[in-house]
Each structure stands twice: as C-alpha cells, then as structure tokens.
C-alpha cells in the first residue's frame, strides 16, 4: 500500500479488511471511469496492496497495472490473480518513485494509501508523477481518510478476529505533526496449533482538502472535485473518507 512495509500482516489483510467492501468500491470507480472523456482502457491501481481493486477492474476487462512498495503485498496479489484471463501486471515500486514503460487512460488508488505519504514534498512528487504518466485528459481517483476520522481515532483500541488471525490495532494522533499512528500487534495460529506474535506500526498523515487540492494543481491536474465516500454529493463535515477526482 506505502512505503511503510507490510510483512507479516500481509498475509491477513484481507480477511481482516472485510470492512473495506472491495466490490463496492470496484464499482463506484468503474461509474466513474465510464464518464471519463478520454475512452479507458488502461488502469494503473497505485499501492494496490494485496490486488482486490485491481483484480476486479481486470475482471470487467480493464488492462491494467498495479504497482506497490510491499513485496509481500505483491505476493498476496498475484496469488489472487492467478485465476484470472487477464490478470493484472504488478509493479514494486512505491509511489515517489512510479515509473512506467507508457501513459495510462487512469489511474486509481484505494483504501487511504495517499495517507501513508507523511510529507508533502512526497506527496507532490506523487501527485507529479501520476501526471506524467496519465494520458492528456485522463483521470486520477483515489480516497483519503479525513482529519476528522483520524483525529477520532486517537487513543481508541480495535480488534479484529477471523479465526486463524487476531488482530489488536492502537491507535495515537498528534496534532503537532497531523499524523496518527497505528500500533499492530497480529497473533497468527500455526499449523501445529501454536500461535506466532508480530508487531508492525504504521503511519498516516491528516491531509486537508486545500493541502491536496493545491498539490493537485501543482501538478498540473486542471479540474479537482472532492465528495463523500462512494457518492458524487458534497462531503459531510464529519466525513470519515473523501473521494477525489483529478483530471
């Protein structure tokens, strides 16, 4: 998904992430790729994680690549991609550093993965290179987790069970720094019975809406439109997930 690394958790992302409606969400971008001006073919899926999105999207007969900074998300994906006709081309690379052999018709990016980029000069740099590798008028989408979500979340304590995984998840944010971090303590049951303990924290940054409308335009995207989640309504002020649409 980031640049922050997923090992262990990797492996049970999915069935911990069952919130994520992965289905839905294919959905709501394919609606939106439709209106697109530019006919899209071609989908590059930025920090895909372990590939649902963009499985779905090559399912309905997109092209596309996926690309990630997590090897063992990558693994994950291609795993899961093995069934399909045209499964999706994977990439490892993280975001700053997003290189493709031609320009793409779309790019999309899911699941508050732009929130993993904690500095705006990465998050600009980003944003640049997605613009060089779209197509004249093509579309970016992506989702963020708001301030007002993360800022709620501070010192809250989530568990997520799925019967083979445990997940304890504490969450911190400091308002100096506009970050919350998440503290992940995942208990995974082995063949014989036992039980195996990993510790992984990961990082998010608050970003507003003017801060990423203005790297945006830096970018040289031309039309911004920010709503709530899955909707093209304007967001609510206690919003938990903005959409953004860039062309």
């Known amino acids: 998904m980031s640049g922050q690394s997923y090992t262990a958790f990797a492996a049970s992302y999915d069935g911990l992430m069952l919130d994520g409606h992965y289905r839905r969400r294919a959905a709501y971008l394919m609606r939106e790729l439709r209106k697109s001006a530019v006919p899209v073919r071609t989908v590059l899926d930025l920090a895909c994680g372990t590939g649902s999105i963009a499985c779905l999207l090559a399912e309905h007969g997109f092209s596309v690549i996926a690309s990630d900074a997590s090897e063992d998300m990558l693994a994950q994906a291609a795993r899961k991609a093995a069934r399909l006709k045209n499964p999706p081309l994977f990439l490892q690379q993280s975001m700053t550093k997003l290189r493709l052999t ?29 613009r060089r590798w779209l197509k004249p008028g093509g579309r970016f989408l992506f989702d963020v987790n708001t301030p007002c979500k993360l800022r709620r979340m501070d010192r809250q304590t989530y568990m997520d069970d799925t019967g083979e995984s445990f997940c304890v998840w504490q969450t911190f944010f400091s308002e100096k720094k506009q970050i919350c971090t998440y503290q992940v303590d995942l208990f995974q049951q082995r063949s014989d019975g036992a039980w195996t303990r990993t510790f992984e924290e990961h990082r998010e940054r608050a970003w507003t809406r003017k801060t990423l409308t203005d790297c945006l335009h830096k970018a040289g995207f031309s039309r911004v439109r920010v709503c709530g989640d899955l909707t093209r309504r304007p967001p609510e002020p206690d919003e938990d997930r903005w959409q953004f649409l860039a062309v």
């Open 102 to 130: 031609e320009p793409v018709d779309a790019v999309v990016s899911t699941m508050d993965s732009l929130n993993y980029l904690t500095k705006e000069r990465d998050l600009l740099e980003t944003f640049q290179r997605v």
